[in-house]
C-alpha cells in the first residue's frame, strides 16, 4: 500500500480542495493520512472524514512585525519537530500541501527527509506559507493561469481549482426543502468565506427587508455570527456553516454574495451562478481576493464591489445588475472550460 500524508489549514479554502482529492484516491492504493493545527477547521473537518488526523504546533506566519511573531517562530520551529516525528513514523511516499501556515513545518520536515511534496495554490498571487514552501517543492499546481508568472516555469503547472464532486451534483429541490423556501422567489445565497465576513454580514442583515422583497436568502455567516434579532424571519435562514448541505444548497442558488475566495469562486464558476465578490481589503489581507475578484469580473462571471465602497445604495443595485445580465454572465462561464484539476493531479500523485 502506498501512504500519502495531506497537509494544509487555517481556513476551509485551505481544506476543501485536500478533501476533493482524498474522496478520489483509490482506498486500495493509498492510505491517506493528515497533518494539521491542533485546534483549526482542519481538524474538524478531516476528523469528520475518518482519516488519521496528526496535529503540529503551529504559528500564525505574519507579513507584519509583532511581538507575537517572536512566540510564534518558536512554535514554528516547533512545528517542524512535531511534524518530523510523525512522517518519520508514516514514512510517506508523498506530501501534499494546499497551503496555510500549518503547512510550512510540514513541507520542511519532508524535504529534509527527503519525501516529496505536492503543492497547489489557489490564490492568483501564491501565499507566504506557499511562498516559503515553493524551493522544496517538486511539482507546484495553480488554479490560475496568471500565477505562473511569479513561480519557477520548469515545475509549475496551471490545472485549475480541485473540486469537491458532490458539490456539482446537488440537488435544488432538496436544498430549498432543508432550507423550507417555498416561494417562487430566486435564492440569494451569501457566503462570507468559510470564517465569516463582519461587513457583508452587516450589509445583508441591514438591508434585509429591502432583499426579501426580491430573493430567499440563505446566509452562511461563519462562526460565532448568528443574529438572534433576525432568526426565524420568513425567507431568511442563516447558519454558521454547512457542511453536506451545501451542494444541495448551490444547486437551487440564483445568484450569490461572496467573498473572493478562490476556491468558492472557482466552485460558483463551475456551477454556473452569477456572483457579487467583496473582496477582503488589503488592511485585512495581502489583498489577493481583490486580484482573484478582478479576473473574474473582467471575464464576465461576476461584479466587484471593493469595501470602501460597500453602501446600501452601490450593493442593491449591483444585484440588479445582475438580475438584468445574467444570461450574459451565464453563457460567459459556460464558454469558460474549466481544466480537469482532480484528474491532473491525482495523475501526477500516481507517480509515486
Ligand atoms: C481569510 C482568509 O485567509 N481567506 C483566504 C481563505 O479563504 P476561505 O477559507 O474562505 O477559502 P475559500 O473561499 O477559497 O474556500 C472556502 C471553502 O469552504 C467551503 N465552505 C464554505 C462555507 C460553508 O458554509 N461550507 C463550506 O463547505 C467552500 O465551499 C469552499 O470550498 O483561503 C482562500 C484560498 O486560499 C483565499 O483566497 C482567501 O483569501
Known amino acids: 500500500m502506498k501512504k500519502i500524508v495531506f497537509t494544509g489549514g487555517g481556513s476551509a479554502g485551505h481544506v476543501t480542495p485536500n478533501i476533493a482529492i482524498m474522496n478520489e484516491l483509490n482506498k486500495h492504493e493509498w492510505d491517506i493520512s493528515y497533518i494539521g493545527s491542533k485546534a483549526g477547521i482542519e481538524k474538524d473537518l478531516i476528523e469528520k472524514m475518518e482519516i488519521p488526523y496528526y496535529s503540529i504546533s503551529s504559528g500564525k506566519l505574519r507579513r507584519y512585525l509583532s511581538k507575537e511573531n517572536i512566540k510564534d517562530i518558536f512554535k514554528v520551529i516547533k512545528g517542524c519537530y512535531d511534524a518530523r516525528k510523525v512522517l518519520k513514523k508514516i514514512k510517506p ?59 519557477p516555469t520548469e515545475k509549475s503547472k496551471a ?81 454558521e456553516y454547512v457542511y453536506e448541505e451545501l451542494a444541495d444548497i448551490l444547486a437551487a442558488t440564483e445568484v450569490v454574495v461572496t467573498r473572493g475566495g478562490s476556491n468558492s469562486i472557482f466552485e460558483f464558476l463551475a456551477l454556473r451562478i452569477p456572483m457579487v465578490i467583496i473582496p477582503l481589503t488589503k488592511q485585512q489581507s495581502r489583498g489577493d481576493q481583490i486580484l482573484n475578484g478582478k479576473v473574474f469580473t473582467e471575464n464576465g462571471y461576476s461584479y466587484m464591489i471593493e469595501e470602501e465602497s460597500l453602501t446600501k445604495d452601490h450593493f442593491l443595485h449591483t444585484l440588479k445588475e445582475i438580475q438584468r445580465n445574467r444570461e450574459l454572465m ?7 472550460k474549466s481544466k480537469n484539476a482532480l484528474e491532473e493531479i491525482i495523475k501526477e500523485l500516481n507517480r509515486y
Do not use: W
Open 330 to 336: 451565464m453563457e460567459k462561464m459556460q464558454q469558460n
Open 93 to 151: 511516499n508523498v506530501v501534499f500541501s494546499k497551503g496555510g501556515f500549518v503547512s510550512v513545518p510540514v513541507v520542511i520536515a519532508a524535504r529534509q527527509l527527503k519525501i516529496p511534496v505536492i503543492l497547489h495554490e489557489s490564490d492568483l498571487t501564491p501565499g507566504l506559507a506557499n511562498k516559503l514552501s515553493v524551493r522544496f517543492a517538486s511539482k507546484i499546481f495553480t488554479s490560475f493561469e496568471e500565477t505562473l508568472q511569479y513561480l
Open 159 to 239: 490545472i485549475g481549482s480541485p473540486i469537491r464532486k458532490e458539490i456539482l451534483s446537488g440537488s435544488a429541490a432538496k436544498g430549498k426543502l432543508f432550507l423550507g423556501h417555498t416561494s417562487q422567489k430566486s435564492i440569494l445565497t451569501v457566503m462570507g468565506g468559510s470564517l465569516g465576513a463582519k461587513k457583508i454580514n452587516e450589509v445583508v442583515r441591514d438591508n434585509l427587508d429591502t432583499l426579501l422583497q426580491t430573493y430567499q436568502i440563505v446566509h452562511l455567516c461563519g462562526k460565532g455570527n448568528l443574529s438572534e434579532e433576525h432568526a426565524g424571519i420568513k425567507g431568511y435562514r442563516q447558519f
